[in-house]
């Protein structure tokens, strides 16, 4: 399904939303929102994701991992994110944040390196 902004613009598409809209929607400035579409931000804050998946009526997993929330496998990670993210501290939220990044830049190099073997 590719790459981060490859998804958001797919999820946005298929509920026929502009940027404008998914702003509104979600709180976050039209600018970053077409910026992470177009892949110029590979790796938004935490925070930005989560208001762009509200916004979307999705979850940040699918946004970020391709899932959805039947997936039996985030359930985990799905109830962090509900129940546990607003207790922890600005440092944790920040590690966690740095992470995320981490892994989506590890996916994104691994779709390229599998497109590039073929």
Known sequence: MGNLGERLTDEMKRQSLTAAELSRRSGEEVANIRRIMNGEVTDPRLSTLANIAR???RSIDYLVWEVGK???????????????WPYLSGEDKTHINGLLGLMVAKKDTEKIWSDSSR
């Open 55 to 57: 916004g979307l009526g």
């Open 70 to 84: 039947d997936d039996p496998e985030m359930s985990k990670v799905i109830d962090f994110f509900t129940y546990q």
